[in-house]
């Protein structure tokens, strides 16, 4: 651990000798010494043992926002109840076809979190070493390129355009094996551009470079591009919101979903 921080520039060679004095003289271990002492943060700890364990996250210094709780607080108990979700995910659908790497994260009415569970699933699964890909399909009120710090680059509705190529994805270095592709440009015709085989081909060779695709949607209330990334993606996760949620626009959308042959893997109450 005291190289990795020494080679970070987070502790000097002096201090880390004064640690290593520390722990011998007392038998503990060597972030509890070095916070003892006054040497070293919780958040370098956690930095170190990131490195030590190929688990990456966020510091305090990060310009991503602080609704990826998956990255900035990988012990806190939102971010246990995301991995048991993953592990659901990766029971039910991922893990039992190859050509099972798409899940459409859907809800019937708006600000119920689409985009907060779909940021934070994506990245869950990045933790695993699975090659992950997020999908902004939200072209009418995109979050994720706010979320993640991206400006306003090319992205979906550009490539689905023909008017961009592979390079609007874009890889998120603080986080190995997360990638996202940003809603891009805002069009005026969303639903057309994902109603359009081109979609269903670029799902397709997205499929050949990563393990796990998340797609992020708009309200299905408010337009009918939800239930087309659902059909397309062949799966999809529901997300309500306790004491916003209507449960009969939630059964109608859900049920719609079923009769266009969509597997509704699961479902996930915010706010419980």
Same mark, same amino acid.
């Given at each position: 651990?005291?190289?990795?921080?020494?080679?970070?520039? =987070?502790?000097?060679?002096?201090?880390?000798? =004064?640690?290593?004095?520390?722990?011998?003289?007392?038998?503990?271990?060597?972030?509890?010494?070095?916070?003892?002492?006054?040497?070293?943060?919780?958040?370098?700890?956690?930095?170190?043992?990131?490195?030590?364990?190929?688990?990456?996250?966020?510091?305090?210094?990060?310009?991503?926002?602080?609704?990826?709780?998956? *990255?900035?607080?990988?012990?806190?108990?939102?971010?246990?109840?995301? =991995?048991?979700?993953?592990?659901?995910?990766?029971?039910?659908?991922?893990?039992?076809?190859?050509?099972?790497?798409?899940?459409?994260?859907?809800?019937?009415?708006?600000?119920?979190?689409?985009?907060?569970?779909?940021?934070?699933?994506?990245?869950?699964?990045?933790?695993?070493?699975?090659? /992950?890909?997020?999908?902004?399909?939200?072209?009418?009120?995109?979050?994720?390129?706010?979320?993640?710090?991206?400006?306003?680059?090319?992205?979906?509705?550009?490539?689905?355009?023909?008017? *961009?190529?592979?390079?609007?994805?874009?890889?998120?270095?603080?986080?190995?094996?997360?990638?996202?592709?940003?809603?891009?440009?805002?069009?005026?015709?969303?639903?057309?551009?994902?109603?359009?085989? /081109?979609?269903?081909?670029?799902?397709?060779?997205?499929?050949?470079?990563?393990?796990?695709?998340?797609?992020?949607?708009?309200?299905?209330?408010?337009?009918?591009?939800?239930?087309?990334?659902?059909?397309?993606?062949?799966?999809?996760?529901?997300?309500?919101?306790?004491?916003?949620?209507?449960?009969?626009?939630?059964?109608?959308? /859900?049920?719609?979903?079923?009769?266009?042959?969509?597997?509704?893997?699961?479902?996930?109450?915010?706010?419980?």
């Amino acid at each position: 651990m005291g190289a990795i921080l020494i080679d970070a520039g =987070r502790l000097s060679a002096a201090d880390a000798e =004064r640690i290593l004095q520390f722990q011998r003289e007392r038998g503990a271990r060597f972030g509890d010494s070095g916070m003892a002492l006054g040497l070293l943060t919780d958040d370098d700890i956690r930095f170190a043992l990131s490195v030590q364990f190929d688990y990456p996250y966020l510091g305090r210094d990060s310009n991503l926002s602080r609704e990826l709780v998956a *990255a900035y607080q990988p012990g806190s108990r939102p971010v246990e109840q995301l =991995r048991a979700l993953r592990s659901q995910l990766m029971l039910r659908w991922f893990d039992s076809g190859a050509d099972r790497k798409e899940l459409a994260i859907v809800s019937a009415g708006p600000k119920e979190g689409r985009s907060y569970i779909a940021a934070n699933l994506a990245i869950v699964f990045s933790q695993l070493c699975e090659r /992950t890909l997020l999908i902004d399909a939200d072209m009418r009120s995109p979050r994720q390129h706010q979320l993640f710090n991206l400006g306003k680059n090319v992205g979906l509705s550009d490539m689905l355009a023909g008017r *961009a190529g592979p390079e609007a994805v874009v890889g998120i270095a603080a986080l190995q094996d997360l990638s996202v592709l940003p809603a891009g440009a805002i069009p005026p015709n969303p639903q057309e551009l994902l109603g359009r085989p /081109t979609f269903s081909a670029l799902l397709k060779s997205l499929g050949e470079e990563f393990d796990i695709i998340i797609i992020d949607t708009p309200a299905a209330s408010e337009c009918a591009d939800a239930h087309t990334v659902a059909v397309r993606a062949g799966a999809a996760l529901v997300v309500a919101r306790q004491n916003t949620s209507s449960l009969r626009q939630m059964s109608q959308f /859900t049920q719609g979903l079923r009769e266009f042959g969509v597997t509704l893997v699961g479902s996930v109450l915010n706010d419980a």
